[in-house]
């Protein structure tokens, strides 16, 4: 059962895909992002079942369009690299 502080965030990722005119992509990434709090590229491409460069692409824009962030950077649980992880903002 979700929080009501979960339902309040994607309830704002909803409002804020109606003002962005987002992809249907660019939106399950960003929902993804809310769903399964700060990840790397490889974690959100694992979680949708995606290829890499769709969520890659994705990430760019979202941060491009200011509501995806750079959270630093840590060790990725799919690769085991050191890679950037993105939150939303």
Known sequence: MP???DTRKLSHVI???DKLKLTARQFKVLETLQLIGPSTNEEIREHLGWQINWV????FELRQ???VVDAGRRKCKITGNIC???KTK
């Open 3 to 5: 929080l009501a502080t």
């Open 15 to 17: 409002t804020t895909h």
């Open 56 to 59: 890659t692409g994705r990430t």
């Open 65 to 67: 369009f200011g509501v």
């Open 84 to 86: 950037h992880v993105w």
